[in-house]
């Protein structure tokens, strides 16, 4: 029986892996302050019609992101985690939405200077840059001391992606 | 529309009447009055006031559909892993910090057994770690085909890059392991069965070492037992001291009651035996008390025949785990690996497979590099220092040799010169090589077990030491690799046929070689080991007599073991030229030869720290 992880400080990292054949799957990984998974929790893929595309236009992707896949991955976590980080720029609208923990997209030098408010970018250590709303950068500072062992922030997100394939290789096995 | 009459008083009646029908049917437009005044006769009419019919078009009205979008669903699936909230490590005393830094400074291009590079791992403090100290390359650790449960398959792939572990947080090395290094431990980790089979030189032990390190530091596994030939017993501890500096260990040796105790002891979870032992406490093992998480054997062609006893005992050692050391898993036949895997899966292989079966059904099980294939990653030299204990007859000369010699430099007080410390020096030297009495040689033993791996893979090495007698005294124990000879003592006539038998002779393993022997032309780069079987005053010969095998167009890294009797006159010697070697590179270019080359007179007093009355014996001695 796995130990309950609720006094263990934990990150949680969201991302989203699409392919044309088997279509939207959302990944949800857990990891303590050595970076050692705690938990980890995907969708089944999801298949949105024609019909949605082109109703949601322009929003097909961000109501995919914040409204479809995100939400019962994050219902599901056991731990709560101190931070949310991700690559996804559509997961920042979360934060006011009912999420109360910080919410950061993660972005190398280069896209950081793409977008506008460099202003609340709180540097890594390692390499990059954490995305977060005005107002939070302190409190995402300290959450980040406590993860000097997390050395590269956007590793977790490969991490993710590897393990939605091998779900799905082995859920492919199975039907076979 | 109707017309009346012919003259004048035509009337023409025009009635139009347009319905335009709206899709409820209403009027959209009244209908049309149109006043008409003509005659046919061009007289002028009186107007007339059109009527309009109303024409419907019967149309359906248009269908409405409703497009309603389905809510997606969304399903999910999660997993817990059993993760412990912290490795269970103690941080290393300050005093292991130290060994650990000279243990990886003092080597330029090497450690024993690991092929490592010197480079010292940068432990950076928190937030100064740059992108470009970033590993590029990244090791992750695979799940093997035997686990099919996707939780315990998902828990291999989400641990992070090995990579990451090592030099950070709790995981601390002496130097960067190379890459096929950080494979062969993410092979090893999430195993319960396995063979390492790596070429020699290509550190088959650190990689153990650090697998074992990483298991129980997570907590998957609390006890380890290490099975090895006896020889190679202090090499493993000197490994272990080195690459998991907060482990401790135990050696089962002593008597009957001291070693049911070690057996038992819980205090160390690694545990070391050697082969022989095994058969002693035999029933100890077998009678189910002891339990062990893991069990390695080191040398495991040991075991390759099932019936022997040795054999028979490993496999009913009781354990979860069970890996594989061997440079050689097939020295004759599959045969060999069938009874490998007796121990690490029984039932597993069968004589009766045929090549092709066996090779499908063992190979998630076996890991093997050769030097050729991660040649792009190691260094041309890799040198390894084999620090060996002396046997019991040898250290029983040796101490009583030293003690006697010490006492006669002393009585020769201002008599004394250097010639007498270099005679006495030579005199211990020959003892670490071989027992006067006895000739019992813990050198030769190694030397003996690293060269049937050698030969299994049908490599070729070459012996130095500086007497004639000791190659003449190693010979016999290496008939079965048909070594030859070059020395002074061979006519200088057949010397030639010599390097040519050694060259051309597949079966010719082994060359035994004086250091002074041989010329600048001899050339030997076909070999790629190199046993230093006693160490020469002066590096720069030792350097010469190893670049008779590591030449330009040599086929691949050459291997140096370096053999010094621990504890002894060799390795103090050792330490001043090394240390003197460090000096002399961080002054000069490598490529010069400079006044570091031999041991000078206060070093060579220096080794016996001997003194008079007056004060130390120096070099103002005759």
């Known amino acids: 029986m796995p130990q309950s992880h609720l006094a263990v400080p934990a990150v949680g990292f969201l991302t989203v892996a699409q392919s044309d054949s088997l279509g939207w799957t959302g990944g949800y990984l857990l990891l303590n302050s050595q970076g050692r998974p705690l938990e980890f929790h995907c969708t089944l893929p999801v298949r949105p019609s024609r019909a949605h595309e082109i109703l949601y236009g322009r929003t097909f992707r961000s109501h995919l992101i914040q409204d479809v896949l995100a939400p019962p991955l994050l219902r599901q976590g056991k731990t709560p985690p101190l931070l949310l980080c991700t690559d996804l720029e559509e997961l920042l609208g979360f934060e006011g939405a009912g999420i109360e923990i910080p919410v950061g997209q993660i972005l190398d030098g280069s896209s950081l200077q793409a977008t506008c408010d460099q202003a609340c970018a709180v540097p890594l250590p390692s390499a990059g840059f954490l995305r977060v709303f005005p107002g939070r950068e302190d409190q995402v500072r300290s959450i980040i001391d406590q993860f000097r062992d997390l050395v590269d922030w956007s590793e977790p997100l490969m991490r993710i992606r590897e393990a939605i394939r091998e779900a799905q290789s082995h859920a492919v096995l199975r039907a076979a | 529309m109707e017309t009346e009459g012919e003259c004048g008083a035509e009337r023409t009646n025009q009635s139009v009447q347009a319905v335009a ?48 979008l389905a809510p997606l669903q969304v399903k999910t699936v999660g997993f817990q892993f059993p993760e412990s909230p912290s490795w269970r490590v103690k941080k290393a005393s300050p005093a292991s910090a130290s060994e650990i830094a000279e243990a990886a400074s003092g080597n330029r291009l090497g450690s024993v057994d690991t092929g490592v590079r010197c480079s010292a791992m940068a432990s950076e403090p928190s937030g100064a770690i740059s992108e470009q100290s970033l590993p590029k390359r990244l090791t992750r650790i695979r799940p093997p085909q035997e686990v099919v449960k996707l939780q315990d398959r998902l828990y291999f792939l989400l641990q992070p890059p090995l990579e990451h572990m090592v030099g950070m947080g709790e995981l601390t090395f002496p130097v960067t392991p190379f890459a096929h290094q950080f494979d062969g431990i993410a092979f090893l980790f999430p195993r319960y069965a396995a063979i390492l089979a790596d070429e020699m030189g290509l550190g088959k032990t650190m990689q153990a070492i650090t697998a074992m390190r990483m298991l129980l530091c997570s907590g998957e596994i609390r006890n380890i037992l290490l099975v090895c030939p006896k020889p190679l017993v202090s090499n493993w501890q000197r490994e272990l001291r080195v690459w998991a500096p907060e482990i401790p260990i135990a050696v089962i040796e002593g008597d009957s009651l001291r070693r049911q105790w070690l057996w038992r002891n819980p205090a160390a979870p690694i545990k070391i035996a050697n082969y022989e032992l095994l058969m002693r406490d035999r029933e100890l093992l077998n009678s189910g008390e002891i339990h062990f998480d893991l069990v390695t054997l080191d040398e495991a062609q040991r075991i390759k025949n099932r019936n022997s006893a040795t054999s028979e005992i490993v496999r009913g050692i009781p354990r979860t785990r069970s890996w594989a050391l061997t440079g050689t898993p097939i020295e004759n036949s599959p045969e060999d690996l069938v009874g490998i895997f007796e121990f690490l899966s029984p039932g597993f292989l069968s004589s009766e497979m045929n090549l092709r079966s066996i090779a499908q059904a ?14 792009k990653d190691m260094p041309p030299k ?240 005759a």
């Not at chain 2, 409820?24 to 005044?37: I, K």
């Not at chain 2, 190979?363 to 991660?374: E, F, M, P, Q, S």
Request: hydrophobic fraction near 40%; glycine fraction near 6%; proline fraction near 6%.
């Open chain 2, 362 to 375: 063992a190979g998630d099980y076996i890991l093997r590099r050769t030097k050729d294939k991660v040649l």
């Open chain 2, 21 to 68: 029908g709206g899709h409820d049917g209403n009027l959209l437009s009244p209908p049309l009055a149109v006043g008409v005044a003509f005659s046919w006769l061009g007289k002028t009419c009186e107007r007339t006031t059109p009527t309009v019919q109303e024409v419907v078009f019967q149309a359906s009205p248009p269908r409405v559909l409703p497009v309603s």
């Open chain 2, 382 to 621: 890799m040198f390894r220092d084999a620090e060996i204990e002396l046997t019991a007859e040898q250290w029983a000369s040796y101490q009583m040799a030293e003690k006697e010699g010490i006492v006669q430099l002393r009585e020769l007080e201002e008599e004394l010169t250097i010639q007498h410390v270099f005679e006495l020096v030579l005199r211990l030297k020959q003892i670490c090589n071989f027992d006067p009495a006895t000739g019992a040689s813990s050198k030769l033993e190694r030397l003996v077990a690293d060269m049937e791996e050698i030969a299994a893979s049908g490599q070729k090495a070459i012996v130095f030491s500086q007497w004639v007698s000791s190659l003449q005294q190693i010979r016999p124990a290496l008939e079965p690799f048909q070594p030859v000879e070059y020395h002074g003592r061979i006519p200088q006539h057949r010397r030639d046929q010599v390097i040519d038998r050694f060259r051309d002779d597949p079966d010719c393993h082994v060359i035994l070689m004086s250091y002074g022997a041989g010329s600048v032309g001899l050339n030997l780069q076909f070999s790629q080991y190199v046993f230093l079987f006693d160490r020469w005053w002066n590096p720069a010969v030792e350097d010469q007599a190893i670049n008779r095998a590591h030449r330009i167009g040599a086929t691949g890294p050459v291997t140096i073991t370096r053999m010094l009797a621990a504890n002894t006159i060799e390795q103090r010697i050792a330490e001043v030229l090394e240390s003197k070697r460090q000096m002399f590179e961080a002054i000069f270019s490598a490529a010069q030869v400079g006044p570091a080359g031999g041991l000078t007179r206060d070093e060579i007093f220096g080794l016996f720290n001997l003194r008079t009355p007056q004060g130390p014996i120096s070099s103002s001695a």
